[in-house]
Structure formats: structure tokens, C-alpha cells
């Protein structure tokens, strides 16, 4: 089980800290990732990183931006997100993925139910 939070209103320009618990899942072994969706659009990647930290991949609409760390001893994910946009606006899902290389829906798997993040202009 997978349980987000740390969404909120935020203004452009301006920082949020999402975060991630895991239980009930192997998590200091598990590739986990982050994704959004935006109203009326498709989930989309955001993030991903390996199970011991040591490697990480962003999408190109966060890279520079945004930075994926977790904490395998509190067995968290965090995402934290820097210089936001109008166009971050989405909830955002944290998960497991199948593979080393997940970055599609279809390639994960335990989702989280989901923090709102809002950026306003």
C-alpha cells in the first residue's frame, strides 16, 4: 500500500515536497516512480528511481526542476518540486514499478490514491 501526501496550493515560481509511505510491500528492493494527471488528460510519468537511490530519470517537462530521493530505513519516496508551473497542476500518484526501465502506466504497479497540486499563475 501506497499512501501520497504533501499536495497544496502553490504560487508559480514556488516549492512543494511530496511524499510517498510504503507498506506492506518490499520496498527497499522495489523501483519506484512518481506520475501526474492533469484534468482531461492522461496519466503521465514523472520520475523514477532505482531501489537503492543510486540512479534516477525525469521527464523532460520536470528535469532540472524537480528531484526524486527516498528514504529506504522510513520507507519513503519523496518528490520535491521546484520553480513550479501552471502546467504542474495535476494529481499526483506515487508507485511500484515491474521493471528497472518503468516509465509507462501499464509498467507499474501498487499505486497511491493520489495528492492534488495546484499552481497558481
Known amino acids: 500500500q501506497l499512501q501520497a501526501s504533501g499536495g497544496g496550493l502553490v504560487q508559480a515560481g514556488g516549492s512543494l515536497s511530496l511524499s510517498c509511505a510504503a507498506s506492506?510491500?518490499?520496498?527497499?528492493?522495489?523501483?519506484m516512480g512518481w506520475f501526474r494527471q492533469a484534468p482531461g488528460k492522461e496519466r503521465e510519468f514523472v520520475a523514477r528511481?532505482?531501489?537503492?537511490?543510486?540512479?534516477?530519470f525525469y521527464a523532460d517537462s520536470v528535469k532540472g526542476r524537480f528531484t526524486i530521493s527516498r528514504d529506504n530505513a522510513k520507507n519513503t519516496v519523496s518528490l520535491q518540486m521546484n520553480s513550479l508551473k501552471p502546467e504542474d497542476t495535476a494529481v499526483y500518484y506515487c508507485?511500484?514499478?515491474?521493471?528497472?526501465?518503468?516509465?509507462?502506466?501499464?509498467?507499474?504497479?501498487?499505486w497511491g490514491q493520489g495528492t492534488q497540486v495546484t499552481v497558481s499563475s
Open positions: 506492506g510491500l518490499t520496498f527497499s528492493s522495489s523501483v
Open positions: 508507485a511500484r514499478a515491474r521493471i528497472s526501465t518503468a516509465i509507462r502506466v501499464y509498467e507499474y504497479d501498487s
Open positions: 528511481i532505482s531501489w537503492n537511490g543510486g540512479s534516477t
